[in-house]
């Protein structure tokens, strides 16, 4: 049976690392459904373009697209077309993440691109009054990602729990239905449990899960802690 986005809700990224390449894209992504049937937490995964439909192929929990570019059919050489990752079995996609920034007016289009195709939006935001500006343009989600805490181990929620707390009631003001998740360098359950208790619904995480020895080890404190902190 198909596994539903839910909160709290723990998004992986795969980005472009070796680890999430290929068949082990496939690997991490069943690891991920594992955790989420084992705890009942809503997981889902990013893998790159080329792995999408390989994912898709063998795991129930939600699969996004890395990216999309505000194009629609046509003569657009090497971009990310929202109807290409939709057939080949993505339900969403990243937008404008720190790594693949977009200009607002491209953010603008991408969103109603993937509205229009039925594709879950998450647009990241490097602060506050940019979280807030991408929350009017009504995503379905918006994650709070400062660029300079990516990789690094130290999170968002420890680090700068005030840009948590201050973007999470700003983009409230704007717009009260848009779940907002927290990302850039959570590590560990703590984290996790930091990010909830800070007010979002959930976690964007890449490295952590994707390099770590032991993924299933570090999802399931992930998922674990979610669930206790909901």
């Known amino acids: 049976m198909p596994l539903k986005i839910q909160t709290p809700l723990i998004l992986v990224n795969f ?13 991490l992504a069943k690891t991920a459904e ?6 009942q937490v809503s997981i889902c995964v990013a893998p790159q373009f080329t792995d999408i439909a390989a994912v898709a192929e063998e795991v129930e929990i939600p ?10 059919p046509g003569s657009h050489t090497g971009y990310v077309l929202a109807d290409a990752v939709k057939e080949v079995g993505a ?6 993440h720190s790594e693949r920034q977009l200009r607002l007016s491209d953010i603008d289009a991408a969103i109603k691109i993937a509205r229009g195709k039925g594709l879950v939006s998450v647009v990241c935001a490097n602060n506050q009054s940019i979280s807030a500006a991408v929350a009017a343009l009504k995503p379905d989600m918006v994650a709070v990602e400062p660029p300079e805490l990516i990789g690094t181990g130290v999170s968002v929620s420890k680090a700068q729990p005030e840009v948590v707390t201050a973007t999470v009631r700003l ?15 959570i ?22 899960v994707v390099k770590a020895k032991d993924p299933y080890r570090v999802l399931l404190e992930f998922a674990e ?3 206790t902190n909901i």
């Open 187 to 208: 590590s560990n359950g703590e984290d996790v449990a930091a990010a909830l208790k800070l007010g979002t619904q959930g976690v964007l995480v890449a490295s952590a």
């Open 91 to 96: 339900v969403g996609t990243l937008i404008n």
């Open 171 to 185: 983009v409230r003001k704007v717009n009260p239905t848009v779940t907002i998740l927290c990302g850039a360098g």
């Open 225 to 227: 802690k979610a669930k």
């Open 63 to 72: 699969v996004f697209a890395q990216h999309i570019d505000p194009i629609e």
């Open 15 to 27: 980005k472009t690392y070796l680890e999430a390449t290929g068949r082990k894209a496939v690997e």
């Open 34 to 39: 594992r955790v989420s049937r084992e705890t």
